[in-house]
């Protein structure tokens, strides 16, 4: 008998139903969700979308950053130049944030490559810094205070006219509702992307890469272009989610857009909490610290110890966060990548 | 025609020279053993020909062509598969899995097109029934086992085994050289470095002899192990 090989599992077919009544319940969500809801959504999908891409770098490439918020960054800033300078609708010019990320990636990993481990991620943090303190230098978009971006072209952006009239609602809540929308398309588009390369035999490399370079070079795999692949991909969906973010805030600063707390912490923390190396991982974490945030937000710094300390707590206990916690009790993947070879001589005594 | 060529290769760690002028030819279809104390330079030695070391001087020629400067990946994809001497699996990856890379990669082919292959493979080196474990969870002999299946993925015109069979128990061992003599009948070139000599004299047909890393015997198995000179150098007795 001939052999077969299936990815798919029943759970995962019933996840993937599911899946598709919760994707339409988060499109209509606008038509009878409040602004303050409609606020934190978005606020939820583009932490997932920084998780999501932090993770394929450190979970899925082992190249573990800690100066992610130079993409955000970057990005937020070329959306602002795009519109005050260029005099671009904000909408279109989400693509130029990632383009811009992607071309100060370029560099980035060019000095980075050159390290690896611990020395890899101060590498890129301090090269966050260094974009960051450029970035300050620019006067035009406001120097070390930061701008807005100008009342007329967040008034006239694409689409808000139309959603003001399908939604009887006001400027301020249809342009939540617009970003809210491109925050829910790219979250789905990161997660779809994700999975299809993990899913393809280059998906198989960069595991193989992650546990073995060595190995993997010596079976034909080219591990220094998987690296670069994860890289800059991941740098252009963070430039993406970046620009994304500071459209909907319309107000930008420099520390504000590179803080390391906000762009690179608090996603290591989703991560980490969630479980590294799944897909599934970052969309837990990011429900786990959207929840504590919301319990916390009134106790100061008590919240960040708080945070500290479950993490702490978690990496101790589960290392490989949450969802491997729950994946290895039940056995459940929602977004498998396992590839099960059956039949042949494996028929009659299945494991 | 000669599959493999080195031309006076030589490669040193600082002060420490562990490949001293190597010169040798494998022809095609051959199976040629390497032997010598620890330290020799053996593995150093396979390092060199696949690409994962450079030498200093020298050249490595794998079918007629110069590969000195061809990376370990691009030498993979012309035909040289490798076993690790301490096993190097993608543990996390199930043993399936671990073939699908090295022949999706190897080849470059679909993971349909290779499916079949990969299967076959792991029947002939009796792995099939662990092809959903992942490969953290296997034995030693299991893991050895991973090291020349995945080897053979790649569909190497010239394979190198680096110690394969040892740690293993008599019959896990036999059971080993009866696979690797089943590879070698297909045509495979071999070049096996091992410590268990019964092991690599019943498979192999030229035995080169390593020390300080210079090549001091190649030649008919049975001479090479009866020389005094490798029974001084080798087996330190004194003759």
């Known amino acids: ?351 | 025609m000669t599959m493999l060529a080195l031309k006076n290769v030589s490669k040193s760690f600082g002060a420490l020279t562990v490949t001293d002028d190597a010169s040798f030819e494998v022809p095609e279809g051959q199976a040629l053993g390497i032997i010598g104390p620890n330290g020799a330079g053996k593995s150093t030695l396979f390092n060199l020909i696949t690409g994962n070391l450079r030498p200093d001087e020298g050249s490595i020629h794998f079918q007629e062509r110069d590969v000195t400067k061809v990376s370990a990946m691009e030498r993979c994809l012309t035909g040289i598969g490798r076993s690790f001497q301490i096993p190097q699996p993608f543990e996390k990856l199930t043993v399936y899995e671990n073939l699908l890379v090295a022949a999706t990669h190897g080849r470059n082919l679909s993971e349909r097109d290779v499916r079949d292959d990969c299967a076959e493979v792991l029947e002939r080196t009796e792995l099939i029934k662990r092809a959903n474990t992942p490969a953290g969870q296997l034995s030693l002999l299991e893991r050895k086992r991973l090291e020349l299946s995945r080897a053979m993925a790649t569909q190497p015109k010239l394979l190198l085994l680096d110690e394969i069979a040892g740690g293993l128990t008599e019959g896990e061992c036999q059971a080993l050289i009866r696979t690797i003599k089943d590879i070698h009948a297909q045509g495979v070139t071999i070049i096996w470095i091992e410590h268990v000599l019964h092991a690599l004299t019943s498979v192999v047909e030229r035995l080169l002899v390593l020390d300080f890393g210079k090549v001091i015997g190649l030649g008919d198995p049975d001479e090479i192990m009866a020389s005094k000179e490798v029974q001084e150098i080798y087996l330190g007795i004194e003759v």
Do not use: C
């Open chain 1, 1 to 351: 008998m001939a052999y077969t090989v299936t990815t798919q599992t029943p759970a995962s077919r019933i996840a993937t139903i599911l899946g598709a009544i919760l994707v339409v319940v988060l499109i209509v969500l606008p038509f009878f969700a409040g602004r303050g809801t409609i606020q934190d959504m978005f606020f939820i999908l583009t932490m997932l979308v920084l998780a999501q891409f932090w993770n394929l770098l450190a979970g899925y490439g082992g190249l573990v950053s800690i100066g992610q918020q130079a993409f955000v960054g970057m990005g937020a800033y070329a959306l602002f130049g795009a519109v005050i300078l260029l005099g671009l609708d904000p909408v279109p010019s989400i693509l130029l944030a990632g383009v811009a990320a992607l071309v100060i990636a370029v560099p980035t990993a060019f000095f980075a490559f050159r390290l690896n481990g611990a020395y890899f991620a101060i590498g890129t943090w301090v090269i966050a810094e260094v974009v960051r303190l450029l970035v300050a230098q620019w006067k035009t978009l406001g120097g070390g205070t930061g701008t807005s971006l100008p009342r007329d072209a967040t008034r006239d952006m694409w689409f808000v006219e139309g959603i003001e009239e399908m939604l009887g609602v006001r400027s301020a809540a249809a342009r939540d509702i617009l970003a809210y929308w491109l925050a829910l398309a790219l979250a789905l588009a990161t997660i779809g992307g994700i999975y299809w390369l993990l899913r393809t035999r280059r998906g198989l490399a960069l595991a193989a890469v992650r546990d073995n370079t060595e190995a993997a070079k010596s079976v034909g795999v080219d591990a220094a272009r998987m690296k670069w692949t994860v890289f800059l991909t991941s740098a252009f969906g963070t430039g993406l989610a970046g620009g994304l973010i500071y459209m909907q805030k319309a107000r930008i600063s420099p520390d504000a857009a590179f803080s390391v707390t906000d762009w690179t912490a608090y996603v290591i923390f989703i991560v980490v909490i969630g479980g590294i190396g799944t897909i599934e991982g970052p969309i837990i974490g990011v429900l786990v610290f959207f929840a504590l945030q919301a319990l916390l937000a009134d106790f100061g710094s008590w919240y960040l110890m708080t945070l500290g300390v479950l993490a702490i707590v978690i990496m101790l206990i589960a290392p490989r966060g949450l969802w491997g916690l729950l994946s290895e009790r039940t056995g459940l993947h929602l977004f498998p990548i396992r590839r099960r070879l059956s039949g042949g001589q494996l028929t009659t005594s299945e494991e």
